[in-house]
């Protein structure tokens, strides 16, 4: 196998006495679409924090690149490479929601110590922040507060600020958690445009299994903090202990279903 | 001209009122009867008169204005809360009387250079305190503060040097500055730094920093995971507030000639942390108007006496009372300050111009609702 772009070794983090990641290894090949599943609980959250540098671990490292990045901070990651999005949308509530994805943009530059230029003086940000917005169906609401977006619009935000950074590797923490079911096959459509146009890799945390299934090239699963299998889609929806103890009880994989929740 | 008529559609009435400021001096003379310069008396001048006591009003206005202003860039614009604002008004403000009471050196020379090393040092200070302390969270922070401006008063009370708590006064200031000699000079002067700073702080806020600034108050969680150094824009954000209220210390010391703890104590932290709520939290003017509000009914109420029952109260004394009560009055009526609710409620009023942003105002209020 060729070097993974980002790997877990040994990961553990607990809190207190709860052991929400225990001793999971991980490795995401370059270039691939990598769905993490699991009950709710099972970690896949809290995995994302070590991956993506909010959490330190417990014990274990974080490489990207062939590079430990453990102790790397966040900020530093987003330079690097690496971007998330989160599963409790996390945005600039008051600001606009073309300047919570031109900020993203801006992030990455090197304009942001220019204390007495105007902002809106520097239009390359501003076009690129618009052609996101454009890409995820929100230009339209470019000038008011993210805070007024309904739901499904800040989920679309969430991912335009994500996407506005240029990852190499974007960690998708349910990007279409509490969307309507009607508006999911557009965002994930998206998504994966965004990545056959840009190649970038993908780690994804998803409960919708029709997504799942179509959009991966390899599965992990999770369940109470360990890994409990990982494969191919196929592996994964044949594999008879995976539908024991997960898919089995929640998931009705012939008929490509998602849970009643 | 096109660019001309924008400039005075969207500024003519800051352009308006700054033209009223540098006339000001010269309509309290005309209608007051009174010199704008005051009473010569042999080769010096005495401030008798309404418009040098009215300038002297004012030049207090501008000076708590610019104490504001730089509370507000902390609070309201990059969400840091620091209840030890008053370290950098005092310290610097002792530097400066230093400089000119305690060393043999040239009154220009001190007054230069303590104006200089005043303001650096307010700027280091900041920088200081904040690589100290700002990893700590919001109320960690705030404390700290509080208790470092604390230890200051409390040491700068007790140090026989500087005359302990009475302070000392600053007995010779460069005569075309000083206002006891040339108060409209003066005048100007402290209109001019507020103007600039107002200036400068109205771009910051409109530049690539500011945004980071407002992203970091919003949420500095997202801000460092989409690639911010929040912390340096936090320093960044506390050492220019440093050196702004530096530099409002330094005008205080200059205005009454005078240094003395009180310049390190709770009210000049809570003042201008009043004043920015009462205006408007996270708002260019707010803060000025606060200021402008609250020292103007200072002034205006001082005096009074107002007779209860048997007692008569002179409001000077229970001005701590008003101040309260006008705060929970302002407070309850306008939400986010005078001028951050005047904002919203234009913001709203144009929403209902057309249909489109109406119908977005209205699903905004089922969200908040
Ligand atoms: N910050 C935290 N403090 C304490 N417990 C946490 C924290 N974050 C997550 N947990 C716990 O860790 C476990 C895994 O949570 P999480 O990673 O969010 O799971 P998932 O994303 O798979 O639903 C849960 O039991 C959760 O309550
Ligand atoms: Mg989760």
């Known amino acids: 196998m060729t070097e993974p772009l980002l790997e877990g070794r040994q990961l553990r983090k607990a809190f207190g006495g709860l052991v929400a990641v225990d001793e999971v290894s991980l490795q995401i090949a370059p270039g691939s679409a990598h769905s993490i599943i699991g009950p709710n609980g099972a970690g896949k959250t809290t995995l994302f924090n070590l991956l993506s540098g909010r959490y330190r671990p ?96 800040k989920r679309k935000l969430e991912l335009a600020i994500l996407l506005a950074g240029d990852p ?29 146009d840009g190649g970038q890799t993908i780690v994804l945390v998803e409960h919708n299994m029709n997504v799942v299934m179509s959009i991966s090239d390899r599965i992990t699963v999770m369940h109470l903090g360990r890994l409990l299998a990982e494969g191919t889609p196929t592996e994964i929806a044949g594999n008879t202990l995976v539908q024991d103890v997960y898919l089995g009880q929640l998931y009705d994989l012939s008929a490509g279903e998602t849970p009643q929740s | ?164 708590e009475d302070g000392f006064a600053i007995g010779e ?13 003066f005048y100007y002067i402290t209109l001019a730094v507020f103007v600039v700073g107002f200036l400068l702080l109205r771009r910051l806020m409109a530049s690539p920093t500011g945004a980071v600034f407002k992203a970091i108050r919003e949420n500095e969680d997202r801000a460092q995971s989409i690639g911010f150094n929040t912390l340096r824009f936090k320093l960044l954000s506390l050492v220019i507030a440093g050196m702004m209220a530096g530099a409002a210390g330094i005008l205080q010391v200059m205005l009454n000639k005078k240094v003395g703890p009180e310049m390190l104590g709770l009210t000049y932290t809570i003042d201008p942390l009043l004043m920015t709520i009462i205006g408007g939290t996270g708002t260019l003017l707010g803060p000025v108007i606060g200021a402008a509000g609250l020292h103007l009914l200072d002034v205006g109420l001082r005096d009074q006496v107002i007779a209860l029952g048997g007692a008569s109260i002179r409001i000077a004394d229970v001005w701590g009372l008003i101040l309260g009560a006008i705060f929970i009055l302002v407070v309850m009526v306008f939400p986010y300050g005078i001028v951050g609710t005047y904002q919203r409620w234009r913001l709203k009023r144009q929403h209902r111009g057309d249909p489109a942003s109406a119908a977005t105002s209205r699903a905004a209020r089922r969200q908040s609702g």
């Not at chain 1, 922040?129 to 890409?135: D, G, Y």
């Not at chain 2, 207090?60 to 730089?70: G, N, P, Q, R, T």
């Not at chain 2, 690589?131 to 409390?154: D, N, P, Q």
């Not at chain 2, 200031?173 to 409209?184: A, E, F, G, I, Y």
């Open chain 1, 168 to 196: 190499e590797i974007l960690l998708l923490d349910e990007p279409t958690a509490g969307m309507a079911s009607e508006q999911v096959p557009e965002l994930m459509a998206t998504i994966d445009r965004v990545r056959r």
């Open chain 2, 1 to 164: 001209m096109n660019s001309l008529k924008s400039f005075l559609k969207r500024d003519g009435w800051m352009l308006f009122i700054f033209i009223g400021l540098l006339a000001f001096p010269f309509i309290v003379a005309t209608l007051t009867g009174s010199s704008p310069t005051g009473v010569p008396r042999g080769d010096r001048m005495i401030m008798r008169g309404e418009s040098v006591r009215w300038q002297a009003v004012l030049i207090e206005v501008f000076i708590l204005s610019l104490l504001a202003m730089s509370y507000n860039l902390l609070f309201g614009f990059t969400g840091v809360v620091s209840f030890g604002h008053a370290l950098f008004f005092g310290l610097s403000g002792y530097i400066f009387g230093i400089l000119l009471e305690y060393t043999a050196l040239d009154t220009g020379l001190a007054t230069g250079l303590g104006i200089v090393l005043g303001i650096a040092a307010s700027g280091l200070l900041g920088l200081g305190i904040g690589l100290a302390t700002l990893r700590l969270k919001g109320v960690y922070f705030a404390i700290f503060t509080l208790a470092l401006a604390e230890m200051a008063y409390i040491f700068f009370s007790r140090l026989q040097l500087t005359k302990a």
């Open chain 2, 173 to 185: 200031l460069p005569v075309w500055l000083d206002p006891t000699q040339s108060r409209l000079t």
């Open chain 1, 58 to 153: 417990t014990s274990g490292t974080v490489w990207f690149k062939g590079r430990n990045i453990t102790k790397l901070p966040v900020y530093q990651r987003a330079h690097i490479g690496m971007g998330r999005s989160f599963q409790i949308t996390n945005l600039f509530p008051q600001l606009t929601v073309l300047e919570n994805v031109r900020l993203a943009v801006q992030a990455k530059g090197n304009d942001s110590f220019r204390l007495l230029r105007r902002v809106d003086t520097f239009t390359a940000p501003i076009e690129k922040a618009l052609e996101v917005l454009e890409l995820v169906g929100l230009r339209e609401s470019a000038a008011l507060p993210a805070s007024v977006l309904p739901h499904g619009g």
